[in-house]
């Protein structure tokens, strides 16, 4: 028997056992990929939480603008004359859950929202609401009827600006 044999026949493998000429991956190698990996997964993470951030205020403009246009929606038809107001409101909803529960129209209901959405800046349905008689600035609602919406949030946009004043 010839020695390469009783390598194949030692190792179990068919094939002999390297020899001291062949390359493989040295623990230096292995350390300078293993970092350079690290360096590539730390810079991602912030490019992630920035799109996050990023889609939670397209989210939030999209969920303010549905409410003002309901709101200017229920203005329009109190203003045609559709269905009775309180005469204070000026043609305003009483609350935004009148939007989402609807009014009776010649019999039929109307819905101006088919839900309240969740502002992505508080996680929660709590808006802050300004009626016709509150200063625009103004960060308490007076309960009359709701001419404006904007978020509870005090935290800042990518673009400098508050959220709640969008």
Same mark, same amino acid.
């Given at each position: =028997?010839? /020695?390469?044999?009783? @390598?194949?026949? !030692?190792? #179990? &493998? #068919?094939?002999p056992l390297r020899r001291s000429g ?7 190698? !292995?350390? @300078?990929?293993?970092?350079? &990996?690290?360096? &590539? ?6 490019? =992630?939480?920035?799109?996050? %951030?990023? %889609? ?7 969920d303010l603008w549905m409410m003002r246009?309901?709101?200017?929606? *229920? ?13 204070? /409101? %000026? ?6 859950? +009148?939007l989402v529960k609807g009014v009776d @129209?010649? #019999? ?20 802050? =609401?300004?009626?016709? %008689?509150? $200063?625009?600035?103004?960060? /308490? *609602?007076?309960? $009359?009827?709701?001419?404006? @919406? *904007?978020?509870?949030? +005090?935290? +800042?946009?990518?673009?400098? +600006?508050? *959220?709640?004043?969008?």
């Amino acid at each position: =028997m010839d /020695s390469r044999t009783n @390598v194949q026949r !030692l190792t #179990g &493998l #068919g094939r002999p056992l390297r020899r001291s000429g062949e390359r493989g991956l040295t623990l230096v190698e !292995l350390i @300078v990929t293993s970092a350079i &990996l690290g360096i &590539l997964a730390s810079a991602a993470i912030p490019v =992630m939480s920035f799109e996050v %951030q990023r %889609q939670k205020e397209r989210e939030l403009r999209a969920d303010l603008w549905m409410m003002r246009n309901a709101i200017d929606k *229920y203005k329009d038809a109190a203003d045609k004359g559709a269905f009775q107001t309180k005469v204070d /409101s %000026q043609g305003y909803p009483p609350d935004l859950d +009148t939007l989402v529960k609807g009014v009776d @129209v010649q #019999g039929k209901k109307v819905r101006f929202l088919r839900k309240i959405p969740m502002d992505p800046m508080t996680g929660n349905t709590d808006w802050g =609401m300004r009626s016709m %008689q509150d $200063d625009p600035d103004s960060d /308490s *609602y007076s309960g $009359d009827s709701v001419f404006d @919406v *904007y978020s509870k949030s +005090t935290g +800042t946009a990518l673009d400098g +600006t508050k *959220y709640s004043d969008w």
